[in-house]
């Protein structure tokens, strides 16, 4: 005890006649405390998808606001590929000190913990901070098609077992599983193509390289509006005000199909607390801002803004809702 202490004091002395060595020792014992004054420096969001796609549109909406109220450049970093596995990774591999944010989504959020029987993070590797947007999924087909209905859909695929082909943003996300269960429902089969994102898979299917897709709500729209994609029905319970005279899935005949894609906010579980609780502050403040709120319905999606308790109940709900349709469906991504 003595030498510590005699350690101690040597320490500063020699701070306080040598001004190299207070800056040797100071950072030292600062570094193991909480940023106390975050956000000192730009904050990055990594948004585990393509540049332009239905996951990054939101997100940097979301970004510019976040910048103005923190005051610090918000940037956004797309990392795409494996089901949102990459970006999450990337997410996971950077400091937890509230400087990185994960842009999650109901794919690596909570389809992949049953989609993978191995998979590279846990549940509690994260934190969920708050939702940013939610919407339904839409089915589209090329405006050329001959297809006007989902019965003409189920007609031509019962007619061509095998034949026809739907693209979605990857394997494991929404618009691949919903694919699958439109299968599983209709008793039908269809080819499943793969892209890296949702912006690449909506250009091949308006290139007609694919035969229909489940779209993100807000992917779709734009092409709706300009004549280029036709829908066929939404994946919620109710028709959007977006599309009012689009039918849901069940009045157009498909029981029991409900699909909704969610984004949200997460850090790394080891983020100190005072910052998390900072952050939370300014995300939900962000989610109330009007002219965002307007954005987002203009997209086409549902604002968010939950607390992190609601939001955290929430994604546990969803990765049981969709452990329970794995089980069911006997469905697997390995």
Sequence with gaps: MQTHRSIRHLALVLAAILPQFAAMVIPTAASAQPDA??????LTIIVPGAAGGTIDIPIRLFAQKLSARLGQPVVVDNRP??????GT????RAPADGYTLLSGNVGPQAINYSAYKNLSYKPEDLIAMTDVISFPNVLVVNAQSSIRSVADLIAQMKSQPGKLSFGSAGIGQTSHLTGELFK???????IHVPYRGSTPATTALLAGETAFQFDNLTQALPHIRAGKLRPLAVTAAQRMPSLPDVPTM???GVENFLSTAWIGIFVGAKTPPEIAGKLQENLVAVMRDRDLIAQIKQIGGIPGGQSQVEFAAFVTAERARWEKTFRTSQLSLD
Excluded at 37 to 42: C, K
Excluded at 184 to 190: L, S, V
């Design 37 to 42: 004054a975050w956000p000192r420096r730009p």
């Design 81 to 86: 590929g494996s089901g949102g596995i990459i």
């Design 89 to 92: 990774q990337a997410a996971l």
């Design 184 to 190: 599983m429902r209709t008793g039908t089969d269809a």
């Design 250 to 252: 069940a009045e157009a």
